[in-house]
């Protein structure tokens, strides 16, 4: 594996190999945390950070640990940067922290985390390793985000609600009333809504693909020259 | 003489879809009937609103799917959907509630499962559930019977009964409203239950299962006991539901004590009770499909609405509980095929891994 594309890596982590629409991986923190913006925003990073993380470590020595112990050496690994970006949020988010609660230590068992060393950080050198880790988790947040803001939205009525518990009293106001004061639709905020709603989405994005694949296919097929000859005689094969 | 050629099935069924869901309209009518004249006018509203927001999402999703809009409309399943819906909903509910359940049953529990005849849950019941954890306050306040409000006070007219579903001005529900009687049994902790019975208002008026609503739940055994007889249905789902439900209740009641969970009576004749045995458990998309299946589908129905209502944290339980066994329709029925003609047997679930077993036995 020498010839890296990186327009390859960034398209598998954001699109085409998206870890929570198309692998359909990590989907207990994103239907658990994902209830408002702030909430999704806070675990993606977090997610992302020990993502690139691991993915670098795991490059790193990949020519030292033999295939026998590889897993535990991975879940070592991931389990080491997670406890760093879980005390980081203690000692600089702690309200986010707590609000959190048990989904920042389960990074650890995210499948993205461990899919992504086993299948291309211990197959490729460390830059291109930071790379797919962070475009991997940059995919995953991204998801994220858009889950927590649609379910923010409807099931709260606010965008952007509580953001300064990430970004410091700066950000307060930044919360925006979508609907009216008394507004609720609670299912969205419960999990059936995320269920729902990441169905929707995956469904959104299977028929953008779809889409896709028409309009290239209809390119390329080009009308064909020359005269045609109606056949009159034998089988069609 | 030529002889025809004709491929089976050769037996056609006297009723069409559109037959079959007119008469189930027509057998609502008793119960409807019960709950505008104990509850006013509220359920008739409810209905009115729904049907309009079900033929409306489903002709647009319909025509969406490119399909044949009038077919699909004039089958009547949406308004038996939405009519259903209007009938489990609290009269005098604001309008905004009915049209949120009844578009996401049409649209997300009928529409995106693969429309009719192919939805795993019953879209009445979903459309019910999302509005009851959406909407807890909404939802569970209904108004009081008209036999048991104040003396001189009556329930709101039609024309006050819109302005409070359509919000127009402040008027409150809240005057005519009060918990349901199951509610109300639920919370009667460290009260016998015949103290109860003589200090709750709703069980004054209404020995057997709370003013009014024992009416309302004859009103939809009358009904159903007309579908039976029009064979719109068999009886193996509800009689099933209603005997294991009767069999619950009698076994954990110990004669009246604080801690009883209410005796037989008030768990056939109050909630959504009768509406559910007759109108929801023998929805023939969603339930299993063979008699023996049927009877299990309805018993373990039965079980699971004794036991939400009587340890569950909400009130009244057969959406919860229907919903539960219509996830576990197709196993029942993966167990219930019945004996095919010309066989011998019937053939089991695992009957292809006995087979394919015993031939490997004769083999050898």
Same mark, same amino acid.
Request: some cysteine; overall charge positive.
């Given at each position: 594996?020498?010839?890296?594309?990186? +327009?390859?890596?960034?398209?598998?982590?954001? =699109?085409?190999?998206?870890?929570?629409?198309?692998?359909?991986?990590?989907?207990?923190?994103?239907?658990?945390?994902?209830?408002?913006?702030?909430?999704?925003?806070?675990?993606?990073?977090?997610?992302?950070?020990?993502?690139?993380?691991?993915?670098?470590?795991?490059?790193?020595?990949?020519?030292? $640990? %033999? &295939?026998?112990?590889?897993? @535990?050496?991975?879940?070592?690994?991931?389990?080491?940067?997670?406890?760093?970006?879980?005390?980081?949020?203690?000692?600089?988010?702690?309200?986010?922290?707590?609000?959190?609660?048990?989904?920042?230590?389960?990074?650890?068992?995210?499948?993205?985390?461990?899919? !992504?060393?086993?299948?291309?950080?211990?197959?490729?050198?460390?830059?291109?390793?930071?790379?797919?880790?962070?475009?991997?988790?940059?995919?995953?947040?991204?998801?994220?985000?858009?889950?927590?803001?649609?379910?923010?939205?409807?099931?709260?009525?606010?965008?952007?609600?509580?953001?300064?518990?990430?970004?410091?009293?700066?950000?307060? &106001?930044?919360?925006?009333?979508?609907?009216?004061?008394?507004?609720?639709?609670?299912?969205?905020?419960?999990?059936?809504?995320?269920?729902?709603?990441?169905?929707?989405?995956?469904?959104?994005?299977?028929?953008?693909?779809? +889409?896709?694949?028409?309009?290239? &296919?209809?390119?390329?097929?080009?009308?064909?020259?020359?005269?045609?000859?109606?056949?009159?005689?034998?089988?069609?094969? | 003489?030529?002889?025809?050629?004709?491929?089976?099935?050769?037996?056609?069924?006297?009723?069409?879809?559109?037959?079959?869901?007119?008469?189930?309209?027509?057998?609502?009518?008793?119960?409807?009937?019960?709950?505008?004249?104990?509850?006013?006018?509220?359920?008739?509203?409810?209905?009115?609103?729904?049907?309009? %927001?079900?033929?409306?999402?489903?002709?647009?999703?319909?025509?969406? !799917?490119?399909?044949?809009?009038?077919?699909?409309?004039?089958?009547?399943?949406?308004?038996?959907?939405?009519?259903?819906?209007?009938?489990?909903?609290? @009269?005098?509910?604001? =309008? =905004?509630?009915?049209?949120?359940?009844?578009?996401?049953?049409?649209?997300?529990?009928?529409?995106?499962?693969?429309?009719?005849?192919?939805?795993?849950?019953?879209?009445?019941?979903?459309?019910?559930?999302?509005?009851?954890?959406?909407? @807890?306050?909404?939802?569970?306040?209904?108004? $009081?019977?008209?036999?048991?409000?104040?003396?001189?006070?009556?329930?709101?007219?039609?024309?006050?009964?819109?302005?409070?579903?359509?919000?127009?001005?402040?008027?409150?529900?809240?005057?005519?409203?009060?918990?349901?009687?199951?509610?109300?049994?639920?919370?009667?902790?460290?009260?016998?239950?015949?103290?109860?019975?003589?200090?709750?208002?709703?069980?004054?008026?209404? !020995?057997?299962?709370?003013?009014?609503?024992?009416?309302?739940?004859?009103?939809?055994?009358?009904?159903?006991?007309?579908?039976?007889?029009? +064979?719109?249905?068999?009886?193996?789902?509800?009689?099933?539901?209603?005997?294991?439900?009767?069999?619950?209740?009698?076994?954990?009641?110990?004669?009246?004590?604080?801690?009883?969970?209410?005796?037989?009576?008030?768990?056939?004749?109050?909630?959504? %009770?009768?509406?559910?045995?007759?109108?929801?458990?023998?929805?023939?998309?969603?339930?299993?499909?063979?008699? !023996?299946?049927?009877?299990?589908?309805?018993?373990?129905?039965?079980?699971?609405?004794?036991?939400?209502?009587?340890?569950?944290?909400?009130?009244?339980?057969?959406?919860?509980?229907?919903?539960?066994?219509?996830?576990?329709?197709?196993?029942?029925?993966?167990?219930?095929?019945?004996?095919?003609?010309?066989? &011998?047997?019937?053939?089991?679930?695992?009957?292809?891994?006995?087979?394919?077993?015993?031939?490997?036995?004769?083999?050898?």
């Amino acid at each position: 594996m020498s010839d890296i594309s990186y +327009r390859e890596i960034t398209r598998n982590g954001l =699109w085409d190999n998206n870890p929570a629409l198309v692998q359909l991986l990590g989907l207990c923190p994103l239907l658990a945390v994902t209830g408002s913006v702030v909430n999704a925003l806070g675990l993606g990073l977090a997610t992302l950070v020990v993502l690139a993380g691991s993915n670098a470590t795991v490059s790193l020595i990949r020519h030292r $640990v %033999t &295939d026998a112990v590889r897993i @535990p050496a991975f879940v070592m690994i991931i389990a080491t940067f997670t406890t760093c970006t879980e005390m980081l949020m203690k000692a600089y988010t702690y309200e986010l922290y707590q609000i959190l609660g048990i989904f920042i230590p389960l990074i650890v068992t995210n499948c993205t985390i461990l899919g !992504r060393a086993e299948a291309f950080a211990s197959k490729n050198s460390i830059v291109p390793a930071i790379a797919d880790g962070v475009l991997m988790g940059a995919g995953f947040g991204a998801v994220l985000l858009v889950l927590g803001a649609i379910r923010e939205v409807l099931g709260s009525g606010t965008l952007f609600a509580n953001m300064d518990l990430l970004f410091g009293p700066a950000a307060a &106001d930044w919360s925006l009333q979508i609907f009216g004061e008394g507004y609720g639709f609670l299912v969205a905020i419960l999990p059936p809504g995320a269920f729902l709603i990441t169905g929707l989405l995956i469904a959104m994005k299977n028929a953008i693909d779809a +889409r896709a694949k028409l309009k290239r &296919d209809a390119l390329k097929a080009k009308p064909v020259k020359g005269a045609k000859r109606v056949r009159t005689t034998g089988s069609v094969q | 003489m030529a002889l025809q050629r004709i491929t089976s099935p050769h037996m056609h069924a006297a009723q069409t879809t559109q037959r079959v869901m007119q008469l189930l309209l027509l057998a609502t009518v008793p119960g409807l009937i019960a709950l505008s004249w104990h509850f006013g006018w509220g359920s008739l509203i409810n209905i009115a609103i729904a049907s309009v %927001t079900a033929l409306v999402c489903e002709a647009s999703i319909v025509a969406l !799917r490119k399909r044949p809009v009038w077919f699909y409309l004039h089958d009547c399943s949406a308004l038996v959907t939405a009519v259903l819906i209007g009938l489990a909903l609290p @009269p005098l509910v604001p =309008w =905004w509630v009915v049209v949120v359940g009844t578009a996401f049953a049409i649209i997300i529990a009928k529409h995106l499962y693969g429309g009719m005849g192919y939805n795993p849950f019953n879209p009445a019941m979903v459309g019910y559930v999302v509005l009851l954890i959406s909407f @807890p306050i909404e939802m569970t306040t209904w108004p $009081v019977a008209q036999s048991i409000l104040p003396e001189g006070k009556v329930l709101p007219g039609l024309g006050e009964s819109l302005q409070i579903v359509f919000q127009f001005s402040g008027t409150a529900i809240d005057g005519y409203t009060a918990a349901t009687p199951l509610d109300s049994f639920k919370h009667s902790s460290g009260l016998l239950v015949e103290q109860f019975y003589d200090q709750n208002v709703w069980f004054v008026n209404g !020995r057997w299962a709370g003013a009014g609503w024992e009416w309302v739940n004859l009103g939809f055994f009358a009904g159903g006991c007309f579908l039976l007889y029009q +064979r719109v249905f068999t009886w193996h789902a509800p009689v099933a539901m209603l005997t294991t439900l009767t069999i619950m209740a009698w076994l954990n009641y110990d004669g009246g004590s604080s801690g009883s969970h209410g005796p037989a009576t008030l768990h056939l004749l109050s909630g959504a %009770t009768m509406l559910g045995a007759f109108f929801i458990v023998t929805d023939p998309v969603t339930s299993a499909v063979s008699n !023996r299946g049927r009877l299990i589908y309805g018993a373990l129905t039965g079980i699971l609405i004794f036991v939400i209502r009587a340890w569950g944290n909400y009130p009244d339980a057969v959406a919860f509980a229907v919903l539960l066994m219509n996830f576990a329709a197709p196993f029942i029925d993966y167990y219930t095929l019945p004996r095919t003609y010309g066989h &011998d047997k019937r053939n089991r679930g695992t009957a292809t891994l006995d087979a394919s077993k015993q031939d490997t036995a004769k083999k050898d």
